[in-house]
């Protein structure tokens, strides 16, 4: 997890209101990635970075928003949280080149 | 579209014996395939890494296969022991750095 803070690392939201989940890196890395983890599902892509400003669609992006005003700050954003967006969302960080992803320690998110 | 799949969902094996992990994907092979365990309540973290090329590679006790015909990556452990016990994942990059992953093998080894 070195390099990768998440925050909050647990949040207990109502359905209807907006949330916003933080990544931060201090390894000016490239890419960056939200990635949502549910049991029978495993790791969703739900949106990622490829550089400040620039951000595409994954899987799962129905309902999240993010943003990337600077290298080092990744937002993913619920803009009316439901319950099936409960889940443990989980942020990544790869170099270019570099062939792996680092995660972070993730975000327990409950919808209410 | 590209699926990668992971049909076990949990596997027990005694200590001391090989644990193979399968992983299997659906359409074009990938230029590389990559390995992750998971511990309960952490990240994934990166183990290894193989290219459509490359048969086979080893790291300590591990080794993993890439057969592009069965468009399938096998990943074994040996003289697995009790910290070996964790989540597995596999995954693979769509191009462009875009990564999916399976949905894990949770292997438990036994003392």
């Known amino acids: 997890d070195a390099g990768i803070t998440q925050s909050p690392r647990h949040k207990v939201t109502e359905t209807g209101t907006p949330v916003t989940l933080r990544c931060h890196q201090t390894e000016n890395h490239r890419y960056m990635y939200w990635y949502r983890q549910d049991p029978g599902h495993g790791l969703r892509l739900i949106h990622y970075?490829?550089?400040?400003?620039?951000?595409d669609k994954g899987e799962v992006s129905d309902g999240y928003s993010v943003s990337r005003s600077k290298t080092e700050d990744f937002l993913l954003t619920l803009e009316s949280a439901t319950s099936s967006q409960t889940s443990v969302y989980f942020c990544a960080i790869s170099e270019e080149g570099g062939e792996k992803l680092f995660f972070g320690s993730g975000t327990q998110l409950s919808v209410l | 579209s590209q699926k990668i799949e992971q049909n076990s969902e949990a596997l027990n094996i005694q200590e001391g014996k090989t644990a193979t992990l399968t992983c299997n994907y659906t359409n074009y092979s990938p230029a590389y395939l990559q390995w992750y365990r998971q511990d309960p309540g952490r990240g994934p973290v990166f183990l290894l890494l193989?290219?459509?090329?490359?048969k086979e590679k080893r790291k300590e006790r591990l080794k993993v296969t890439f057969d592009t015909t069965l468009k399938q990556s096998l990943f074994h452990i040996t003289a697995s022991q009790p910290a070996d016990s964790a989540t597995y994942l596999c995954?693979?990059?769509?191009?462009?750095?875009?990564?999916?992953f399976g949905t894990g093998t949770r292997l438990k080894v036994l003392a």
């Open positions: 193989i290219r459509e090329n490359e």
């Open positions: 970075s490829y550089g400040v400003k620039d951000t």
């Open positions: 995954a693979l990059d769509l191009g462009t750095y875009k990564y999916i």
